[in-house]
């Protein structure tokens, strides 16, 4: 059917130019599938000569960028049987269907987010996440497609032609458009987390939870949103507490959404992540990560506040909207669109430095996720700290009569003088 297709491209655009290489759309492999109350068949076949070249050309510049991406660009995806009642079958609904091929890995058949193989790119070397292998794509993002949204390629038309944008959308899947294609990637170890709750003892629990906040926390400082970690798309293996993060069909590629997500989730009062699954958020955060995500919080209010203009008055109504802004940004959110980043730049302007948003993500995750060893050499300094404090607070009264400084001989006990008080 392709390579038909091809011809048939081929033979109308012979007077017009070259044609791309590929494709456009596969419609065999998704001719049941609904965008908009159409089917993609149907949208292929009514579209005209000049909307399907265009496609074409956009399809072969989405192929040569993902190739960028694999780790394995030539590696096969069709080894495994596409029956889905066969044995190598996975999962199917909305977004597409996944199989499990000869080697392991999951191969996934459908739409693919615009975000979604960046994502996995970037997250190669993170063991908490899959490995993208390679990928192929079928058709451009639906909103940027010549055949859906111009058919006849402007020619027939007294206007220009104008593609929808996605940020002005009421529709679920309009605002998140998808790509047609197939992606192979390594699968992710254990069952879902709304499952491994079950069988996992504390210990477990315990390091589950801070090995999935330092993945979160990998993620987000990368620059990326998931913006749909439900317990189901959080793997983990109940015996060891790993954790493996799936389905980034709806990531986005935006330091600020990240912030917003991070913060979201880590409000566990007010915070707006309202797709972060219950086990890993909220009352049943440790009191480690809840202690330390109050602290960091703080950290990054004081921070927006410093970053204010200084020639603002404290009791004007600018610092007034100012601080309503960066109590709406300590709550998070997730699923925005790019007017409501807009907004937020608008009113607290240090935001829209990529780099400033970086350092207040890595600010909020500080602490946060470290390994059992960290925790317990953080919980001994915070002793010793205590200890010192003690020991000055003592030394200034004995200053103040004329006596020396207590002589510290206890080895577990660090002297005031080389104890860092963060003061």
């Known amino acids: 059917m392709v390579r038909e297709q091809i011809i048939q491209l081929q033979e109308e655009e012979s007077s017009t130019g070259s044609v791309p290489k590929t494709s456009t759309w596969g419609m065999e492999d998704y001719s049941d599938d609904d965008i908009g109350g159409r089917r993609l068949a149907d949208i292929q076949r009514s579209a005209g000569p000049a909307a399907k070249k265009k496609d074409a050309t956009v399809v072969n510049q989405m192929n040569a960028h993902a190739k960028t991406l694999s780790t394995q660009p030539d590696y096969k995806m069709d080894q495994f049987d596409s029956d889905r009642s066969g044995s190598d079958y996975v999962a199917g609904g909305a977004f597409g269907k996944t199989f499990k091929d000869r080697n392991g890995n999951i191969v996934k058949q459908g739409r693919i987010g615009p975000g979604e193989l960046a994502a996995l790119h970037a997250m190669q070397k993170n063991n908490a996440f899959p490995t993208l292998i390679n990928a192929q794509f079928d058709s ?194 997730i699923r925005m669109r790019e007017k409501d980043f807009d907004r937020i730049k608008e009113q607290l302007p240090s935001l829209g430095d990529d780099k400033f948003v970086e350092n207040l993500i890595n600010m909020l995750y500080n602490e946060i996720g470290n390994s059992e060893l960290a925790d317990r050499m953080s919980d001994a300094f915070t002793e010793r700290q205590k200890d010192s404090k003690v020991i000055r607070a003592a030394d200034k009264v004995r200053q103040a009569r004329g006596e020396k400084p207590i002589n510290v001989t206890n080895r577990d006990v660090i002297p005031p003088r080389n104890m860092d008080f963060d003061d």
Do not use: C
């Not at 058919?151 to 038309?157: D, H, N, Q, V």
């Not at 991070?262 to 890993?280: K, M, N, P, T, W």
């Open 140 to 333: 451009p993002f639906i909103h940027e497609s010549s055949a859906y949204n111009n058919p006849l390629g402007g020619s027939a038309r007294s206007r220009e032609v104008e593609y929808w944008d996605p940020d002005e959308q009421s529709e679920f899947h309009r605002q998140f458009p998808t790509a047609y294609g197939t992606y192979a990637m390594t699968a992710a170890e254990g069952m879902p987390l709304h499952e491994a709750m079950f069988e996992m003892g504390d210990e477990a629990k315990e390091k589950m939870m801070r090995n999935f906040w330092r993945a979160r926390g990998d993620l987000h400082k990368a620059g990326f949103s998931h913006n749909d970690m439900h317990g189901g798309n959080i793997m983990t293996n109940p015996e060891t507490g790993e954790v493996s993060i799936i389905d980034l069909g709806l990531a986005k590629e935006n330091r600020l959404s990240a912030l917003m997500e991070a913060l979201g989730g880590l409000d566990f009062e007010e915070g707006q992540d309202y797709q972060l699954a219950h086990q890993v958020a909220g009352s049943n955060l440790p009191e480690r990560i809840r202690d330390f995500a109050l602290e960091n919080r703080d950290d990054i209010e004081q921070t927006l506040f410093d970053s204010l203009d200084p020639e603002m008055g404290m009791e004007s109504e600018e610092f007034g909207n100012a601080d309503s802004a960066i109590q709406e940004l300590l709550r998070g959110d």
